[in-house]
């Protein structure tokens, strides 16, 4: 089966957001986090950017997964690291590729790694504006 969604399939998610509630959850979500931000005195229009993209990688499927957790937890322990592929790269299925399937692999894993990197950069930032904001009006 090919990893590419139908029109039927994105349909089907879609409905299925619906009828679960997803869009009224995000709603009530939303309006919690511009409240929170409002307080801090974060501008709304940086809030609502922020928790869209919250909500775009939702419905993408890109919750926190465990590769995204474990970037996360090196970063906040070790910082950016020049030997980070090194210490995500899986060493038993590593010794079981050909050196093409090497080369793919992390090839595959660096741009994952580029990605989780930006997303957490994004998270800090945003953190660390919202607690700058909260310093600065009290």
């Known amino acids: 089966m090919s990893k590419q969604k139908t029109v039927k399939n994105i349909a089907k998610e879609a ?23 409002r307080d801090a005195g974060v501008a709304e229009s940086r809030a609502s950017k922020y928790f869209a993209e919250k909500v ?12 995204y957790l474990k970037v996360k937890e090196m970063l906040l322990t070790h910082g950016e690291v020049s ?14 590729l050909s050196y093409e399937e090497r080369q793919r692999y992390t090839l595959a894993l660096s741009s994952k790694y580029l990605r989780a990197l930006e997303r957490f950069k994004k ?3 945003f953190e660390r504006y919202l607690e700058k904001t909260k310093e600065n009006k009290a």
């Open 56 to 67: 775009g990688q939702s419905i993408a499927c890109e919750k926190e997964d465990e590769f």
């Open 83 to 96: 030997d980070a592929i090194g210490r995500l790269t899986d060493k038993e299925y590593f010794e079981k």
């Open 15 to 37: 409905k299925s957001r619906l009828k679960n509630g997803f869009w009224k959850d995000c709603k009530q979500q939303r309006q919690k986090e511009l409240d929170k931000a």
């Open 123 to 125: 998270e800090v930032e």
